[in-house]
Structures are given as C-alpha cells and as structure tokens.
C-alpha cells in the first residue's frame, strides 16, 4: 500500500532559491566575523606603523566553495577571515605572541648616516647597527623581550558563535519571503 503526499500552499508554490539564502547568510557571517576580527585588533592600537598600516586593515573576508588553498565541493559554501595587504605578517605573531630573542646581527657599510645595513653572520668582532632617530647606534647584541600572545583569532570566534544561527536563520528567512 502506499501513500502518496501532496504539497499545497503558498510555500511550496514557484522555486525556493535556498542556495541564494544560504550565500547570503555566509556572507552575513563573514561580514560579522570580520568586523569581530577588527574590533579584536583594534584593541592593539600599537600595531599602527607608517609603514605597513594598521593591521585591522589587513582584514578580508572570502565566501564560496573555494577558499584559498582549501577547496570544497561545489555544492558547499564556506567562509574565511584572513589577513590580506601590507600588514599580514602581523596576524600570527598577534595570535601566538613571540619568544624572547637576539636580534641578528647588522653590518654597517659605508659612512655617517647614509651607511647601510648589512644582515650576516659576519666576523666576531660585528657589532649591531640600530638606526635611530635618523642615526646610528651601536650595541654587541639586542635582546627583544618577546610579544604576549593575544589570541584575536580565538576572540573572535568565541564572540561569532552564539551569532551564527541566527544570522542564518534570517538571511534564509528574507530569501524565502521573496
């Protein structure tokens, strides 16, 4: 015997685009990770350099079925939230903090300010040259203290979870009202 089910209803009428609400949730949440992700390194205001920029402006975001090296099946979405742009390289040493180490040895070349600097192993008697101020100093050996870990990544994640669902739930919610 069998049964047989008919589905009626405003619902179940035309084509539900559940894909496109699925996109656009993970896009929501990667748009929430990221802004998370840049509040967290926003804290650290000492990662502003001339040079490479704040490192919250490294933040990106990718959604899609390939995501950097990782590649999923084309019927699955994910997200990532990555460091991108100048100030990438900040983004594990801000996650894992450093040890405590010597600074390699620098060589100075040339004479008065416009020397350069040199990294090798170079003869025992090397010394370091640090510029500072527009000038040189001169030291045997540098020792830098090391950076805390301050786990951004872990941060926001745990600020991220409890969001997650409910985002999804309405970004799906507006695709099918549609």
Known sequence: MS?????TGPLFEGTLDVKGGLR????RIAEAGAALVRQQ???RS??????WGHVTDAVRSQVGHRLGKVTLPPDQQGARIYLGGKSFF????LE???RQHI????????????GRLIRGKGRSGTILAIPIGGGL???RKVTQPGTPAYHWREKAQAALEPQIQGILDRALGEALSR
């Open 96 to 98: 894992g903090g450093t």
């Open 90 to 93: 900040l983004g594990p040493f």
């Open 3 to 7: 049964t047989a089910v008919t589905l």
């Open 41 to 43: 390194l926003a804290q």
């Open 24 to 27: 656009e949730g993970m896009d």
């Open 103 to 114: 600074e390699p040895r620098l060589r100075a070349v040339g004479k008065g300010k416009r």
């Open 137 to 139: 100093i001169f030291r």
């Open 46 to 51: 000492r990662y502003r350099t001339a040079k």
